[in-house]
């Protein structure tokens, strides 16, 4: 049989990447900001320690440069270390969030910045860093809606000098664009196509014709909060 070029599936490459994360010292849930927080329901803090410890080693195991900033006491997530700001060419650009109860996360995380040396750029507008901005092919997919204010994302645009992309969603369950993309590789993603309105779709349609389309199932177990490394993808059982 010959296979044509479209039927041979392309070599996956891991890239090394470097990450930063927050131990959920003090995690706890005491008030509710999105639809997956409950106060009412038990904590266990220190089972969301040791599923913490599991992804650590498996980002140490998969060859990771992983950076720890220290947890603060009364900032349970500050272990959702993704918001904590976008890094792209040495610039740290800052997180500024929404609720009162995150606030005080951005200066925190844009102090260990500016102590390891990132440019760092304190925002003027609301945005929840790579809570809804993602890198892939050389653009910035930015989300709106929810956390980050649209007006963040042209600021944005003109620190990095990157294009930006806006997308809308729509749905509260899926608040973060990074509950709803999931970067795969330097070019492909996949995606909850009901996340998004309809101009954002055709956007998402016309530049990933070959992106993956998840199903509401595994959005649900927010199958598409996940990290890869091209070839690797650290997904939550």
């Keep these: 049989m010959t296979l044509t070029d479209q039927q041979i599936t392309p070599a996956r490459i891991a890239t090394k990447r470097t990450v930063l994360m927050c131990r959920p010292s003090y995690f706890t849930v005491v008030y509710r900001i999105n639809p997956w927080m409950d106060p009412a329901l038990p904590t266990d803090t220190a089972l969301a320690v040791r599923q913490w410890e599991t992804l650590y080693q498996a980002y140490v195991d998969l060859g990771f440069d ?3 900033i220290d947890p603060i006491d009364g900032l ?10 976008f890094v792209i060419d040495n610039i740290a650009y800052g997180a500024s969030f929404t609720y009162p109860e995150r ?9 260990w910045f500016r102590a390891e040396g990132f440019d760092v750029r304190v925002p003027a507008e609301v945005n929840e860093g790579e809570g809804d901005f993602l890198l892939v092919d050389g653009v910035i997919l930015a989300g709106m809606g929810f956390r980050s204010a649209s007006n963040s994302h042209q600021e944005l645009a003109t620190i990095s000098g990157r294009q930006v992309v806006s997308l809308n969603l729509i749905n509260p369950s899926f608040y973060h664009l990074d ?9 492909n993603i996949a995606y909850l196509p009901s996340a998004f309105d309809e101009p954002s779709l055709e956007i998402l349609r016309e530049r990933f014709p070959e992106a993956i389309l998840v199903s509401e199932e595994d959005a649900a177990v927010l199958g598409l909060n996940s990290f890869s490394d091209g070839y690797n993808v650290v997904i939550a059982a």
């Design 179 to 187: 509950t709803a993309i999931a970067i795969l590789d330097d070019t």
């Design 76 to 85: 349970p997530d500050m272990v959702y270390a993704a918001n904590g700001g």
């Design 66 to 68: 992983v950076h720890l």
């Design 103 to 111: 606030q005080p996360e951005g200066p925190a995380y844009m102090d």
